[in-house]
């Protein structure tokens, strides 16, 4: 497990799950009882023929995330062995770029042929400050 001082933020990769947790709902109920759950995401793997689900947990605290991976990394929760860790908590060492600050970036296709940059930027204006807008042009559209 990872050291403490080392962990930034509060989500957790989750493998492995066994298939009875098929729901976001059975996500969230195996992990409240660690903290305050800011969010859950369950996703399945469609790249390999068993399907196996894997999930993201965001929890309030760093701490409580803590709890839960100590309490159910390497926990067997049905016919599976669940594995939790931070997520990217392994990345930057196959990926350096993955280390590098979030791009401020937001990139949208498929824009109607007729959308102007005065129109986009009202769009998303709603949402924030927009420093820059661009319509870029494809051949095939937008």
């Not at 947790?21 to 903290?35: C, K, N, P, S, W």
């Not at 929760?77 to 280390?99: I, M, Q, Y």
């Amino acid at each position: 497990m990872q050291d403490s001082t080392d962990i930034r933020h509060s989500n957790l990769y989750v493998a492995n799950l066994p298939p009875t947790i098929d729901t976001e709902a059975a996500l969230r109920q195996l992990f409240a009882v660690y903290g305050t759950l800011e969010s859950v995401r369950l996703c399945r793997n469609t790249r390999v023929p068993d399907g196996k689900s894997f999930a993201f947990v965001k929890y309030s605290s760093i701490p409580e995330a803590m709890a839960a991976m100590s309490a159910l990394n390497n926990a067997q929760v049905g016919s599976s062995v669940l594995e939790v860790k931070v997520a990217d908590a392994d990345a930057g060492d196959r990926n350096p770029e993955l280390l590098a600050p979030p791009s401020d970036n937001l990139y949208a296709k498929n824009l109607p042929n007729t959308l102007t940059e005065d129109e986009l930027r009202a769009l998303f204006s709603p949402y924030g400050n927009v420093i820059e807008c661009r319509v870029l042009h494809s051949g095939g559209g937008r």
